[in-house]
Structures are given as structure tokens and as C-alpha cells.
């Protein structure tokens, strides 16, 4: 990685405006995030303390500690190549708009319908990542207050928790972006603490733990399927779905001073960090398993309490305050994990409303004059959200199809513009570049994505029933159909079409340079 060029030391906001206005667009977000905000918003919605917990059982009963130990930073050495490469277009391209934007400027040809493409793949994606945030803060929250307070969680009451978190998250972005700025620092450390905590507790208080060895070779299938690789991999997909949002650098890069520079290390730093954070976690949970014993893993995939880590927690601790306490440290870092999302989504979905693509466009692409932020899109979001997940209410198989186009949505708008840089040869890196290597990193990135949508539409278990059914393929052909409906109703017509990036995107290379 290198710096081809050094950001002015004075004036950094002056020429961070004038960096957006080259690339078409006035600065009208309010630019006060620091460096260290622009990577704990991503830190924040990867979430190592939300998404290990809350997965967990996936790879516990698809290779058990096996898949845990070595899946974890296995996923994670190509999810780096994909937040590398990805960085890398950021920092020419330091827009909230992100990915779509990305896409429309590498594109060869059809460069509107790239950006279209890919800009409703990762806004639904994103509403759909926003929803299952929340929604899972809600599931755990609940769990939490049945052990504290005795309360039976039902699905009325789960949604409605839900509800009052999402509104929660909506009314803090909409004050403004000093104090998203400062709880997404907040998430960092209450991360970054609260797994310090959490390994320290399950490491001097339990009186015995599993050995070294069988923390990473144990093997457990509880999927049904015989063939071990395959079940290895299905493992993986624990991590897979963990690692994900760390494209909100990119888009709260109009707010981050210096974002050429800043946002695509707050993508990489926020993948690096979760990487080590989240094996030091996750190796020390599973090695306070008391019981090894495929009937004592059994066991814990099927706890009262719904979160196999959960029952870690008690069974190691034999403090049942100790472990509703590391419990509430879960429960808080999935309440900052939801806010981030919220922030990047709404700023995404600001974005792609500037350029009249989401019906109602001129009125999502509002910002409020005295906070300077997208207050009308922030609600869009949260509104979307709650829509997304009304199924909950009635059948969870219901919900997790809806939501399941989060990831597999997500890593499609991820790796689509990293495809089209590595077909651009007249692309230009910015200040900030892999130089050499940026060859290798971006064809990795391109075959690790390719390999993980493959398994997200693969089924994880056997017996296949409507319960078990992957629904992930029917909600990605939705989406596609969606766009290409709305392409044709009114993005051929609208979209950037009456922005100064429409006259951008037909432009070449070198003509945008002279600009």
C-alpha cells in the first residue's frame, strides 16, 4: 500500500469540497468526522460482538470448533483482499454514493446501468442489513431480559422492541453528525473493551478449559450432509456474514475530513481489527465449552436460552451475574451496531436520491440545513426497515428469506466495481493505492466473492424443508428483476440524468483529468 501523494495540511475541508466538486457535486453533508469516526462507523457495523455471538451457531453445527477457529481468519485474510481492493477505488472516488458511483465511473460502456445495477443491490442490501441489525439486537435483548427479569420474549414483543430501537437510531442520526461522530467512538471502544472483558472473564474465572488441540480440530456436523468439505465450508459462512459493512467508510466519506486518504483506511482498518478482535473472541469462547462431547455441543445448539454463547457464558462462569453482565456488554455493541447501519444506509440511500434513482428522489435527497445531515433519508431507511421485517411477526422462515439478500446483495455491489477496475487499464489510483500489488489483491477479491455467492445459494442443511429452504437465490432474483423493472419505468430517463455526473459518466479517463 502506498500514499502517491500527501493531503494538503491546511484547509482540509476547503479541499475535500473541492475534491467532490471535480467529481460533480456540491458538499452539502456537514464534513466533521475524524479519521478515527470514518473507521469506527464500519468497525461498529461489522461488529465482532454482535455477529460472532449471534452466529456462532452456524458454524458450531456445520464443523463445530474446527470451523470456528480456522473459518474465522481464514474468511477473513480474503475479506481483506476484497476491503483492499474496494479501498482502493474509494480513494479516487471519495463519494457517499460508494459502490454505484464506483461502478458507473470504471464501466466501460452502459455505465448508467452498472451504477443502477449495483446501487440497487447495495441499497436493498443495505435495508435488509439495517433490518436484521436491529431486528437481532431486539432477539438478544429480549433473551437478555428473560434471564435478568424473568420476561417471555414472544414475536409481538421482539418486533415491537425492534421498532422502538430503529426509531431510537433514526432520532440520533437525525441530530446531527457531531454526535454520530461521537457515539460510533464510543461503539469503538465499548468494542474493543467489551472483548477484553469478555476473553478475560472466560479466561480467569472458569475452572477448566478445552485443550489447544481440540479447540481447532474438534469436529461437529449437525447438518445432515456427509461430505466434510462441504459442510467446512457452509461453516464458513459464520464469518462471511460477520464481515460485512464495511463499505459505510465510503459512504460517510463526505463527512470525513480528508476522505481520500481516511476512507479507504477506515475500510481496511475495520476488517484488520475485526479480524484479530474477532478470533481472540471467538478461540476464547470455544475453548470454555465445559462440555466437548457431541451431545454437550448438541446441547448448547439447542439452549433455552437461544445463543449458544450465551450458555457458554453460564456454564464456564458458575456466575450467573457475570455472565448476564458480559451478556449486556453483547447487547450494547449490537445497539451502536444498528445505529451505524442506520447512518450508512441513510447516507447511501442520500446519494443515490441525488442522483433520481429511488422513487420520490427529490425529497430523500433533502439535507436539514441546521444539522446537515439527510434527515428525510434517514427516515426513508428506518421506514424501509421496519416494512422488511413485519414478517417476523407472523413466520421467521418468512423474515430470514426477505433478509437473506443482505449479505449475498451487499457482496455483489462489493465486488462488481473492483471486476471493472481490474478491466479499466487507464485507471488512475488516488492517494491512496496498493501500487504493485494491486493485480494480485483484486483478482483474489473477485474469486473469493464469486466462491462465497455460490455457497450463500447453496442449502446448509439436510433435510430440505420450508423451514430450511435457502431462500437467498429468490430474493437476489427479485432484486435483480426489481431493478431491471424500474430501469425501464423511469432510470433510463432519470437517473443522473440531470446532474452534472451525467455529463461525467460519458466522459473518458483523460478528459476528466483535464477537468
Given at each position: 500500500m502506498?500514499?502517491?501523494?500527501k493531503a494538503p495540511a491546511s484547509h482540509p475541508i476547503d479541499d475535500d469540497a473541492a475534491a467532490l466538486a471535480a467529481l460533480g457535486y456540491k458538499q452539502e453533508l456537514h464534513r466533521g468526522m475524524s479519521g478515527f469516526s470514518n473507521f469506527a462507523v464500519s468497525f461498529s457495523i461489522i461488529s465482532i460482538l454482535a455477529g460472532c455471538i449471534t452466529s456462532y451457531s452456524i458454524a458450531l453445527n456445520s464443523g463445530?470448533?474446527?470451523?470456528?477457529?480456522?473459518?474465522?481468519?481464514?474468511?477473513?485474510?480474503?475479506?481483506?483482499m476484497v476491503a483492499l481492493a474496494m479501498a482502493e477505488v474509494c480513494s479516487k472516488y471519495p463519494t457517499a454514493g460508494g459502490l454505484y458511483f464506483w461502478a458507473g465511473r470504471l464501466a466501460k460502456r452502459n455505465k448508467r446501468q452498472w451504477a443502477w445495477t449495483v446501487g440497487w443491490f447495495n441499497f436493498l442490501g443495505e435495508v435488509a442489513v439495517t433490518a436484521a441489525i436491529d431486528f437481532g439486537a431486539a432477539t438478544t435483548m429480549m433473551a437478555f431480559a428473560n434471564l435478568v427479569w424473568g420476561v417471555e420474549p414472544s414475536a409481538a414483543s421482539t418486533f415491537g422492541l425492534f421498532v422502538?430501537?430503529?426509531?431510537?437510531?433514526?432520532?440520533?442520526?437525525?441530530?446531527?453528525?457531531?454526535?454520530?461522530?461521537?457515539?460510533?467512538?464510543?461503539?469503538?471502544?465499548?468494542?474493543?473493551?467489551g472483548v477484553l472483558v469478555i476473553v478475560g472473564a472466560l479466561w480467569i474465572m472458569p475452572t477448566h478449559h478445552q485443550e489447544v488441540g481440540w479447540t481447532f480440530t474438534h469436529w461437529y456436523n449437525g447438518t445432515g450432509w456427509s461430505f466434510g468439505p462441504y459442510v467446512f465450508l457452509m461453516g464458513l459462512?459464520?464469518?462471511?456474514?460477520?464481515?460485512t459493512g464495511y463499505d459505510a467508510s465510503a459512504h460517510v466519506a463526505e463527512e470525513t475530513k480528508n476522505a481520500s486518504i481516511a476512507a479507504p483506511k477506515g475500510i481496511v482498518m475495520s476488517v484488520v481489527i475485526s479480524i484479530i478482535g474477532g478470533w481472540i473472541l471467538l478461540f476464547s469462547i470455544t475453548a470454555a465449552?465445559?462440555?466437548?462431547?457431541?451431545?454437550?455441543?448438541?446441547?448448547?445448539?439447542?439452549?433455552?436460552?437461544?445463543?449458544?454463547?450465551?450458555?457458554?457464558?453460564?456454564?464456564?462462569?458458575?456466575?450467573?451475574?457475570?455472565?448476564?453482565?458480559?451478556?449486556?456488554?453483547?447487547?450494547?455493541?449490537?445497539?451502536?451496531?444498528?445505529?451505524?447501519?442506520?447512518?450508512?444506509?441513510?447516507?447511501?440511500?442520500?446519494?443515490?436520491?441525488r442522483d433520481n434513482a429511488i422513487p420520490g428522489s427529490r425529497l430523500w435527497a433533502k439535507v436539514n440545513k441546521r444539522t446537515g445531515t439527510p434527515t428525510n433519508s434517514i427516515w426513508l431507511c428506518v421506514v424501509l426497515s421496519i416494512v422488511l421485517t413485519t414478517p417476523a411477526l407472523f413466520n421467521t422462515t418468512a423474515y430470514l428469506a426477505v433478509t437473506s439478500v443482505a449479505v449475498i446483495g451487499l457482496y455483489i455491489a462489493y465486488v462488481?466495481?473492483?471486476?471493472?477496475?481490474?478491466?479499466?487499464?487507464?485507471?488512475?489510483?488516488?492517494?491512496?493505492?496498493?501500487g504493485r500489488w494491486s493485480t494480485v489483491v483484486g483478482w483474489i477479491a473477485v474469486a473469493w466473492v464469486i466462491l462465497i455467492i455460490i455457497l450463500f445459494v447453496l442449502p446448509p442443511v439436510t433435510p430440505i424443508t420450508i423451514d430450511t429452504f435457502n431462500y437467498a437465490p429468490i430474493a437476489v432474483a427479485v432484486v435483480a428483476?426489481?431493478?431491471?423493472?424500474?430501469?425501464?419505468a423511469y432510470g433510463k430517463r432519470d437517473f443522473m440524468a440531470s446532474s452534472a455526473e451525467a455529463e461525467h459518466l460519458t466522459m473518458a479517463p483523460e478528459k476528466l483529468l483535464e477537468e
Open positions: 502506498s500514499e502517491t501523494t463445530g470448533p474446527s470451523a470456528i477457529t480456522i473459518g474465522w481468519p481464514l474468511v477473513g485474510v480474503f475479506v481483506l422502538v430501537l430503529i426509531v431510537v437510531h433514526g432520532l440520533l442520526n437525525t441530530f446531527g453528525v457531531s454526535i454520530v461522530s461521537l457515539l460510533s467512538n464510543v461503539s469503538a471502544w465499548w468494542h474493543i473493551i459462512l459464520m464469518a462471511q456474514y460477520t464481515y465449552i465445559q462440555d466437548g462431547s457431541d451431545k454437550g455441543i448438541a446441547g448448547l445448539l439447542t439452549s433455552a436460552t437461544g445463543l449458544p454463547p450465551a450458555q457458554i457464558f453460564l456454564d464456564a462462569l458458575n456466575n450467573p451475574v457475570m455472565a448476564k453482565f458480559l451478556l449486556f456488554i453483547v447487547c450494547g455493541a449490537q445497539f451502536f451496531c444498528g445505529m451505524a447501519s442506520v447512518t450508512a444506509n441513510s447516507r447511501m440511500s442520500y446519494a443515490f436520491s462488481t466495481p473492483v471486476f471493472l477496475r481490474r478491466l479499466d487499464k487507464s485507471f488512475v489510483p488516488g492517494p491512496w493505492n496498493l428483476v426489481l431493478s431491471i423493472v424500474l430501469w425501464y
